[in-house]
């Protein structure tokens, strides 16, 4: 259901079907994204709320293997926001990736979750990638090209 996560030391590092390269270098960019977007943000339910939201898509993005804050959010592209955003609406999806919190993080109560995300919770997911991917270009990881396609989702 996610996209592939691939770390350096894996032998699928050489073929062409990874999406996401999990290097140092490119975990500390995207974590840096996240501070900076978390940051621009009034401390409290905005921030726990924006929070969540990238932790949601991480977690959907690498099928568990990171969190928000070890994730490249440089290196998403159109076709991975679209896809994320069409596996949000599907029925139980709220269930697998409360599973996925629950195992990375096994002292985390589990929370009972509707079938299928809202329409608004869905959007409020969308908002927060937009948010993160302009970071990355404030930042200078994206070019306004490479944010501009990532960001213009249907």
Known sequence: MAIDAVYPTDARLAGESADFILDPDEVSRGAHAVQSYLESLKPGDGRRSAEDALQTLALLFTDGVCDAREFPWQQVK???????????????????????????????????????YAGKHVQKLRNSLRRVLGECHKLGFLTAEERDAAINLP
């Open 78 to 116: 159109a076709y991975h926001g679209a896809a994320a955003l069409n596996i949000l609406k599907e029925e139980g999806t709220p269930a697998m990736l409360e599973s996925l919190r629950f195992n990375r993080h096994v002292s985390r109560k589990y929370r009972q979750v509707p079938p299928v």
